[in-house]
């Protein structure tokens, strides 16, 4: 605990004038018990800060508590040792730029903000940054062009690498691929792919071990100390590594299912793999007659862009009918090639090599829809397309058909195959007749997912990453790619989502950047995104744990493994410290140096309650210290004027609120309670994953509490707010406020 | 990863360039990040929303500022230009102007010099669809958060912001200055500008008021635009009564630009959801060549296709004209799937202008293809290129070329390390 907390008040920007800052001091001296307090007109000059500096250097203090302006700003002036204890009270942007000078109403929200910020930094303790000793190497699964990318990569950037490929040779689709598209100007042609010599480089780099005909049977650990386990030729190899790039590439969509579209009617129907195969063998040949073929006639989106088969775009399967195309017209000049089309979706440059395309006369291309793919009776297949360009129903003859079938993942679904698990236990254990047969019922839902595993992790959530959409694990977040639900494992490539070899190499460079920068921040002891840099981490007084799981089964970042009682066992390197599992325990056992229940709790008690008869509400608003309270911020900024009885405390992830907070306020005699987290759902906006919808849920248990205290539900609301809404955000409080006034004041008020 | 290495010099303070700083000072670079505007943030701070997840980019953003103040590595300069570079890879000297801001660090966003301040300036923020006092914050989440003040709208000899400011903070006779840094590599992540839509012969824009940019669109949907988010025509400030988005908008056109912009298809789309969520009636039309939405992307065309009263029209549109006295536009396009000319009136027409690189400042060292992008591969050992400037891509494609970039610019400054 920090002994000697200093409070350092700011005059400047209208607090001064704004506030009585003597008495503001006398609060934070005699009621907070600060041990020391000073004022400065403008505390982030270089004077300002010196005071404090000046303060900490002779031991005056061992605790900051800056009253100015937000914890958002200033924070280059106001930098101290990250270790320690720093607390920001926000005077300026929710205070006096919110709410009317020399007034009462302000006034008291300023002081309580001062006795909250005081008795915050008195329970926090300086952050002991975590030093477990670090692997500086980097497991990379896939011998692909993605996985060969992330290897070469990581290596030349000094980091040992280990690369498992399941087959006995590395190159994985590229090795079956004649050429790759134009990634050079005038993007006009295909291009040879280069995958000989990256193979090579990889296969006699001194920093990289590959295993070929390889699995992984076992990965345990947490980040900078993967255990992995690798089985080659029957025998175990132990490594350990401090960060894993998934590259485990994709496979075509299963063309037995492209029936519709006339694959098995004739052995000249094939897919756009089956084609590129042909191509890299040899020449393009009829399979029915080994003739090469005059008319051909390719199906795009064959899978893709059907909501019966794969409801999204393969991205790469228009450039890829493109880069065949040119094959045919290349090994026989009189071959017509005609492209049945829903949209040419070439971007970018590759744009050219659509427009190289359409130069040559014997490519016709249109929109159209397939209605049927027949074996004629002289052996050719006929294609019948209607909505054309060239207006109404035609039949094309052709000699070959090509199905530019889509791509799917080469991926797992950890958290399907953790649900398969635990429905087969629940089979045979469930305690009643019905929860067997539902669970039955489930397991059968989820058969395809077994034996599926590649990296096994040994994760309580499931041994793989989880998946985003269609079974790609991607990145919910558009600006960040690389966000993982399994901190220092990254998906690079098309197992991630569709994509073409030029991005994949892009995307697996990413991953390996990703990857080294888990293991340095592993090394310094820091989070990684979205609290990039934080040193702290939660500590589990586990001899009160009544191992009610909620910690380990809430974790959004799976970090909480459980012992055979259900016991959590914590790895903080894989702990993303939003808090979210303090939050959920029942408890209160787990702690951060710098955020606990009991902090935020102390900080609400710290809160002074008008009496009933003084007719002045108190509501607490707990909000996103990401979205809700920036945008409380802007709100200030724009002098946006909002009811002075809140007193807001910032929360790292809504769900990280602990429900116990919400009794504290209630049993202290304040009359509502508003939570403002990020929107969630589909869309969700929180970057722990489901925070807010966490904190939604517990309320549910705190209707339980407020019936017993007979207190109305309404002085609880949750409410969704995304960073750009200031504008809402004064009706939001208002309109609460107000319903809280028509409600009348809480009873236990003053007990 | 050794600390010792010379820095990573990143030109572009866009959602590439700040992802290309924070990857590699996160990894362990030292890292000097140059933005020629006086925030950071691009195209992407001054858009409404990111497709599909309709988020706000201040929430991305705000992480990544946090990322920035908690990390020392990283040296931002804004208002500074790449001026000159020479050396070779490991280890390059980097002229670096930065033009003067006129407004410190003390600067404490008080507000009182707007207060005062009798200049005005077009915003360039909001793409001029609006005003700003000559002394202005550039917008609520700016990083740094910093007042700036542009000096040519200062009327002469006013010192009423100096005044003003109680803490010193500034300086009408600020000079620009050059700063030198030995660099282990460079990566350009200038991003892009809307093509000039005026040169789209035919389109109207800057004859026609209500026929607008994409970009122009985003700002007029965002709560923070000049609008306070609702779509209004900016002929006579009322709501539109139909809206048509005509596609490819100089993309895709021998013409102009002959490649795809890549994200005007997802940015179009996005954007009728915006005047649909406002206007939830009226008719809104798109003239399109293809409908690119790759990807996951393609549930977002799925979602808008089962939009009421949203039309996708498979066709080129060759003239829009003014109606005289409505302010509505008279639009001629051709239907590509009825072979037929089809004539629409509209209330507002947003073109889909595309992406070009902003290369031009950057040294000659830096290889470009024909349309000034910054060539993959073709550049040099130590000079990378990521986001808009290397090809025309989404938000995410940008944030993992940066990430891409930054692990290229690290292997630099490894070796610079290792060969001293």
Redesign the interface.
């Known amino acids: 605990m920090a002994k000697k907390v200093g409070v350092y008040l700011c005059g400047?920007?209208?607090i001064g004038e704004a506030l009585n800052l003597a008495r503001l001091e006398k609060v934070a001296q005699r009621e907070a018990k600060a041990a020391l307090v000073k004022t400065h007109p403008?505390l982030?000059?270089p004077e300002g800060v010196q005071l404090i500096r000046d303060d900490l250097a002779a031991g005056a203090v061992d605790g900051v508590v800056i009253a100015a302006?937000s914890p958002?700003?200033?924070?280059?002036?106001f930098?101290f040792d990250?270790r320690q204890v720093l607390e920001r009270v926000n005077l300026r942007e929710h205070v006096v730029w919110s709410h009317p000078p020399k007034d009462e109403e302000t006034q008291a929200l300023a002081e309580d903000y001062v006795r909250m910020g005081v008795v915050k930094a008195q329970k926090a303790e300086p952050l002991e940054p975590l030093a477990e000793e670090i692997a500086r190497a980097v497991l990379v699964v896939g011998g692909g062009l993605a996985g060969l990318t992330a290897a070469l990569?990581a290596a030349?950037?000094?980091y040992e690498v280990v690369l498992v490929e399941k087959e006995a040779q590395l190159g994985g689709f590229l090795a079956g691929v004649r050429e790759r598209f134009p990634?050079?100007?005038?993007?006009r042609e295909p291009a040879p792919d280069g995958l000989r010599s990256k193979i090579q480089t990889v296969s006699y780099h001194p920093k990289i071990r590959v295993f070929t005909s390889a699995r992984i049977v076992r990965t345990e650990g947490q980040p900078g100390a993967f255990q992995v386990t690798i089985v080659k030729d029957g025998q175990s190899v132990p490594v350990r590594v401090g960060a894993i790039v998934m590259a485990t590439g994709w496979k075509p969509y299963d063309p037995a299912r492209l029936a519709h579209l006339g694959y098995g009617v004739s052995p000249d129907v094939v897919t756009n793999v089956e084609l590129e195969r042909m191509a890299a063998a040899g020449a393009i040949r009829r399979p029915s007659d080994g003739r090469a073929p005059a008319s051909v006639v390719f199906i795009q989106c064959a899978g893709s862009?059907d909501?019966e088969h794969l409801?999204?775009?393969?991205?790469v399967c228009c450039l890829a009918t493109l880069k065949q195309a040119r094959y045919i017209r290349r090994e026989n000049p009189e071959a017509a090639v005609y492209v049945i089309y829903k949209?040419?979706?070439?971007?970018?440059?590759?744009?050219?090599f659509y427009?190289a395309a359409q130069d040559d006369p014997l490519n016709f291309f249109t929109?159209g829809e397939v209605t049927s793919v027949e074996r004629q009776a002289d052996g050719r297949v006929a294609v019948r397309v209607r909505?054309t360009?060239l207006?109404g129903e035609i039949v094309i003859p052709a000699d070959l058909v090509v199905l530019a079938a889509g791509m799917t993942p080469n991926a797992a679904d950890g958290e399907a195959i953790r649900a398969l698990e635990d429905a087969e236990i629940k089979m045979v254990k469930g305690e009643t007749e019905a929860q067997r047969a539902e669970a039955a019922r489930k397991a059968e839902q989820l058969q395809s997912h077994k034996g599926t595993e590649i990296l096994h992790l040994t994760y309580r959530q499931g041994p793989d990453l989880p998946t985003l959409?269609?079974g790609?694990p991607?990145?919910?977040?558009?600006?960040?790619?690389?966000e993982t639900r399994r901190t220092a494992i990254y998906a690079a490539g098309a197992m991630r989502?569709?994509?073409d070899g030029?991005?994949a190499e892009?995307?697996a460079?990413?991953?390996?950047?990703?990857a080294?920068?888990a293991i340095?921040?592993a090394v310094r002891g820091q989070a990684?995104?979205?609290r990039?840099?934080d040193l702290s981490y939660p500590s589990f007084f586990l001899q009160r744990c009544t191992q009610c799981k909620r910690c380990t089964e809430e974790c959004p970042f799976g970090a909480l493994d459980e012992d055979e009682k259900g016991t959590p066992k914590p790895n903080p390197y894989r702990c993303r410290r939003c808090g979210i599992c303090l939050g959920a325990c029942p408890e209160r056992i787990i702690s951060f140096k710098n955020y606990s229940v009991d902090m935020i709790a102390s900080m609400i008690k710290a809160i002074e309650v008008p009496g009933e008869e003084e007719e002045k509400p108190r509501v607490l608003a707990l909000m996103c210290e990401?979205?809700a309270y920036?945008a409380l911020d802007?709100a200030g900024?724009?002098r946006l004027s909002y009811d002075a009885s809140v007193r807001v405390i910032p929360l790292r992830c809504l769900g990280s609120l602990n429900i116990v907070w919400i009794a504290d306020a209630l049993s202290r005699g304040m009359d509502g309670v508003l939570l403002v987290g990020?929107?969630w759902g589909e869309?969700y906006?929180c970057?722990f994953i489901r925070g807010s919808e966490l904190a939604d849920r517990r309320m549910e248990n705190v209707k339980e509490t407020l019936q017993r205290l007979r207190l109305e539900r309404e002085r609880i609301q949750v409410a969704e707010l995304?960073?750009?809404?200031?504008?809402r955000l004064p009706a939001l409080i208002n309109e609460f406020v107000e319903k809280i006034r028509r409600m009348g004041p809480n009873p236990y008020k003053g007990f | 990863?050794n600390e010792q290495g010379k820095p990573l010099l990143v030109v572009g303070g866009g959602?590439a360039g700040i992802t290309a700083a924070?990857?590699?000072a996160?990894?362990?670079c030292q890292v000097v990040l140059v933005e020629k505007l006086p925030y950071l943030g691009g195209r992407?701070v001054r858009v409404?929303q990111?497709?599909p997840?309709?988020?706000?980019?201040?929430?991305?953003?705000?992480?990544?500022f946090?990322?920035l103040?908690?990390?020392?590595r990283v040296t931002v300069l804004t208002q500074a230009e790449l001026e000159s570079l020479s050396g070779s890879p490991g280890d390059y000297e980097a002229v670096v102007k930065i033009a003067p801001r006129h407004v410190s660090?003390?600067c404490?966003?008080?507000g009182a010099c707007t207060e005062v301040c009798p200049g005005e300036r077009a915003d360039e923020f909001n793409y001029g669809l609006s005003k700003t006092k000559a002394i202005y914050l550039p917008h609520?989440?700016a990083y740094p958060?910093l007042y700036a003040l542009e000096r040519a709208a200062c009327p002469p000899g006013c010192r009423a912001c100096v005044e003003a400011c109680?803490?010193g903070a500034i300086d009408l006779d600020q000079q620009p200055e050059r700063k030198t840094f030995r660099v282990a590599a460079v990566v350009a992540a200038t991003g892009w500008v809307p093509y000039d839509a005026s040169r789209l012969e035919g389109l109207g824009f800057g004859r026609a008021p209500n026929v607008i940019t994409n970009v122009m669109m985003e700002r007029l949907a965002?709560?923070?635009g000049p609008t306070?988010g609702k779509i209004l025509r900016p002929s006579d400030g009322r709501p539109p009564a139909s809206v048509a988005f005509i596609q490819c908008a100089g993309s895709?056109d021998e013409n102009h630009l002959?490649?795809?912009?890549?994200v005007c298809c997802a940015a179009s789309l996005k954007q009728a959801g915006y005047v649909r969520s406002l206007y939830p009636e009226i008719p809104i039309t798109i003239f399109y060549i293809?409908?690119?939405?790759?990807?996951?992307?393609?549930?977002f065309l799925?979602r808008m296709q089962g939009e009421t009263n949203v039309e996708l029209v498979?066709g080129k549109v060759g003239k829009v004209e003014e109606e005289p006295g409505s302010g509505d536009l008279i639009l001629t396009a051709e239907d590509?799937?009825t072979?037929r000319k089809t004539v629409r009136k509209v209330g507002l027409a947003v073109l889909a202008t595309g992406i070009v690189p902003r290369s031009e400042g950057l040294p000659a060292e830096f290889a470009r293809?024909?349309?000034g992008?910054l060539?993959?591969?073709?550049g040099r050992t130590g000079l990378y290129a990521a986001g808009c400037v290397r090809?025309?891509?989404?938000?995410?494609?940008s944030?993992?070329?940066?990430?891409?970039a930054?692990?290229?610019g690290?292997?630099c400054v490894?070796r610079s390390v290792r060969h001293g």
């Open positions: 400047g920007c209208g403008f982030c000059s302006c958002r700003m200033k924070t280059e002036a930098q990250p990569e030349e950037a000094g990634a050079a100007p005038p993007y862009r909501p409801p999204y775009c393969s991205s949209d040419m979706r070439t971007p970018g440059q590759y744009e050219r427009r929109k909505d360009l207006g959409r269609y790609f991607d990145s919910h977040f558009v600006c960040f790619p690389y989502a569709p994509m030029a991005r892009q995307d460079q990413g991953a390996a950047l990703k080294i920068q340095e921040m990684v995104h979205p990039a840099g990401n979205d920036p802007i900024l724009n990020c929107k869309n906006q970057h995304a960073l750009d809404e200031s504008w | 990863m959602i924070l990857e590699a996160e990894a362990g992407v409404h990111y497709f997840k309709l988020c706000p980019p201040g929430c991305g953003l705000e992480i990544n946090r990322r103040k908690n990390n020392p660090p003390a404490t966003l008080c609520a989440l958060a109680r803490y965002a709560p923070n306070g895709r002959p490649y795809c912009s890549a293809d409908l690119r939405t790759p990807g996951r992307l393609e549930e799925t498979k590509v799937m072979g293809d024909e349309f992008f060539a993959d591969g073709a090809r025309p891509e989404e938000v995410a494609a944030v993992q070329d940066a990430a891409a930054a692990l290229k690290l292997q490894v």
